[in-house]
């Protein structure tokens, strides 16, 4: 069984740009989170997807959009970066919704993204 | 999103039990309680996880208090590999109702010593 997967493992960009993050789910998994984890705090929840759909989001502006794709992979992108939108950003999947759903979310390692 | 209350961290030594604590005197009836962890360098870890009644599983037990406004993780022989920030979180709702959300607080560092 592959887990959550992310790329890149670190990235440094400059204030203004943009960002793509990317997710891969782990296997049988149809509902992928995002979550962003500045630091020395806990993760704060941005949104969900399943089934290519946003499921729910968090106090996050626009800037922060999301896709999730037929194999359910996920990608998280960020506009007009800010020198606050540096943390570590985590991706976590789950099998929601069904039979076969389950409460507990399987995290990846994260993306480092700094903005300078 | 209902609150939980933490220590800010915990000490113990190598091979002796632990008792996390957790307040969440606004719990309602369809929380569950959740606890995850995070080591050093990596994404949170999923540890257990229980309504009503006190769960064991393999990494640790949830003790629950009857009113459910308070509950502990017990580890029951730490070791070095246990160090890491402990998370006690609510999670509204049945299974299977799709929309999941974690909402996190700033948890317990637990510091272990050999």
């Known amino acids: 069984e592959t887990g959550v997967t992310q790329s890149p493992t670190h990235l440094i960009k400059t204030r203004g740009q943009q960002v793509t993050l990317r997710c891969s789910s782990q296997s049988g998994h149809n509902t992928v989170s995002w979550y962003q984890q500045a630091l020395g705090q806990g993760p704060q929840f941005i949104f969900q997807?399943?089934?290519?759909?946003?499921?729910g989001r968090g106090n996050f502006p626009p800037r922060f959009s999301g896709l999730q794709f037929p194999n359910y992979s996920s990608e998280l992108n960020v506009n007009a970066l800010e020198l606050d939108d540096s943390a570590l950003y985590l991706c976590?999947?789950?099998?929601?919704?069904?039979?076969?759903?389950?409460?507990?979310?399987?995290f990846g390692p994260g993306t480092r993204l700094t903005v300078l | 999103d209902a609150k939980t209350t933490q220590p800010n961290s915990m000490e113990s030594n190598e091979e002796e039990p632990v008792h996390l604590p957790c307040n969440h005197s606004?719990?309602?009836?369809?929380?569950?309680i959740h606890w995850y962890r995070q080591l050093p360098s990596q994404g949170p870890e999923y540890v257990i996880h229980g309504l009503t009644s006190n769960v064991n599983n393999r990494m640790a037990s949830l003790a629950i208090a009857e009113d459910r406004k308070s509950s502990t993780l017990i580890l029951h022989r730490a070791t070095l590999r246990d160090a890491a920030v402990y998370y006690c979180i609510l999670r509204r709702g049945p299974l299977g109702t799709g929309f999941q959300k974690l909402v996190f607080g700033t948890g317990t560092r637990l510091l272990v010593s050999p």
């Open positions: 997807y399943y089934r290519e759909e946003e499921n």
């Open positions: 606004t719990i309602s009836g369809t929380d569950y």
């Open positions: 976590a999947s789950t099998q929601g919704r069904g039979p076969r759903s389950t409460d507990t979310q399987y």
